[in-house]
Nanobody
Framework: QIQLVESGGGLARAGESLTLSCTVSGRAMYTYAMGWIRQAPGKEREFVASIGWSSDSTFYSDSVKGRFTIYKDNAKSTLYLQMNSLKSEDTATYYC???????????????????WGRGTQVTVSS
């Protein structure tokens, strides 16, 4: 069973940067698209970003496009989310997720992900 462990969350001020990491067990990153999902207090989970299993594609939600960058290091089995120009509305628990389909299309919605980590909290003060 795959294990996804997020880290790197914390407290930041608006305009600052944070980088989240997700360690992925096994060789899943070589053959599955990966992504980041977040859930703000009192709100539903929302898609943030995804990267194809061959790193040939990346997608972002409109709310983070131009500020966040998703990338991965297969050799380290680690997925990253570089978050720049943070805003208070970025405050949420961020989850690392693996796509449902082996060597499938890169998901752009929550339904495309089937395995999740426990999350890491990001709090942005204005």
């Amino acid at each position: 069973q795959i294990q996804l462990v997020e880290s790197g969350g914390g407290l930041a001020r608006a305009g600052e940067s944070l980088t989240l990491s997700c360690t992925v067990s096994g060789r899943a990153m070589y053959t599955y698209a990966m992504g980041w999902i977040r859930q703000a207090p009192g709100k539903e989970r929302e898609f943030v970003a995804s990267i194809g299993w061959s790193s040939d594609s990346t997608f972002y939600s409109d709310s983070v496009k131009g500020r966040f960058t998703i990338y991965k290091d297969n050799a380290k089995s680690t997925l990253y989310l570089q978050m720049n120009s943070l805003k208070s509305e970025d405050t949420a628990t961020y989850y690392c997720a693996r796509a449902v389909n082996y060597e499938g299309r890169t998901p752009r919605t929550l339904s495309g992900f089937g395995s999740w980590g426990r999350g890491t909290q990001v709090t942005v003060s204005s």
